[in-house]
T-cell receptor, first 115, second 113 residues
Framework: NAGVTQTPKFQVLKTGQSMTLQCAQDMNHEYMSWYRQDPGMGLRLIHYSVGAGITDQGEVPNGYNVSRSTTEDFPLRLLSAAPSQTSVYFC??????????????FGNGTRLTVT | AQSVTQPDIHITVSEGASLELRCNYSYGATPYLFWYVQSPGQGLQLLLKYFSGDTLVQGIKGFEAEFKRSQSSFNLRKPSVHWSDAAEYFCAVGAGNTDKLIFGTGTRLQVFP
């Protein structure tokens, strides 16, 4: 099984450019989420989704958009990149945060640099 | 809203020594508690979880954690650390009325031979 697949692995953007980080899972998980990881800050929740057509904001949603048109995919969009968005981004999925038998499955991350 | 604090940024232990990583949470009701481990350049892997019941939970790789409601803590322990345990460890808290899983800032573990 592929699990959670994130693309690209690395990306360099200039300030003001837009891009989409892709995330796909093949486990039929209803719950998907995006985190950013910064030194000394741990993982901070950006957006999450409990199913197709449903999204909600996490701790640090500003500057990011998401949509969930299918169960499998949960892309993260940066409309106008800023240096403060330089980070490592992780996508994760599960059957649900409150599902005992379904821990979060993480992708391998996308390292984004905004210059 | 729930939150979690890991007071130790960096811990160094000798191989074979015991280990305790601290985690304190804030949440009004019974939380869901997790410990994850991240090896360099990798995503996170679940070590163990607490939802209810027995407050001492066993996980993979010989780790255990104890939920103490009176102290709002969920500390991770291992009786004898191996060099391969060197990694970053994250405590996380979820809640029944929300689908947010909130992580702490992490504790980096270094193991000396």
């Amino acid at each position: 099984n592929a699990g959670v697949t994130q693309t690209p692995k690395f990306q360099v953007l200039k300030t003001g450019q837009s891009m989409t980080l892709q995330c796909a899972q093949d486990m039929n998980h209803e719950y998907m989420s995006w985190y950013r990881q910064d030194p000394g800050m741990g993982l901070r929740l950006i957006h999450y989704s409990v199913g197709a057509g449903i999204t909600d904001q996490g701790e640090v949603p500003n500057g990011y958009n998401v949509s969930r048109s299918t169960t499998e995919d949960f892309p993260l969009r940066l409309l106008s990149a800023a240096p403060s968005q330089t980070s490592v981004y992780f996508c994760a999925s599960s059957y649900g945060v409150s599902s005992y038998n379904s821990p979060l499955h993480f992708g391998n991350g996308t390292r984004l640099t905004v210059t | 809203a729930q939150s979690v604090t890991q007071p130790d940024i960096h811990i160094t232990v000798s191989e074979g020594a015991s280990l305790e990583l601290r985690c304190n949470y804030s949440y009004g009701a019974t939380p869901y508690l997790f410990w994850y481990v991240q090896s360099p350049g990798q995503g996170l892997q679940l070590l163990l979880k607490y939802f209810s019941g027995d407050t001492l939970v066993q996980g993979i790789k010989g780790f255990e954690a104890e939920f103490k409601r009176s102290q709002s803590s969920f500390n991770l322990r291992k009786p004898s650390v191996h060099w391969s345990d060197a990694a970053e460890y994250f405590c996380a808290v979820g809640a029944g009325n929300t689908d947010k899983l909130i992580f702490g800032t992490g504790t980096r573990l270094q193991v000396f031979p």
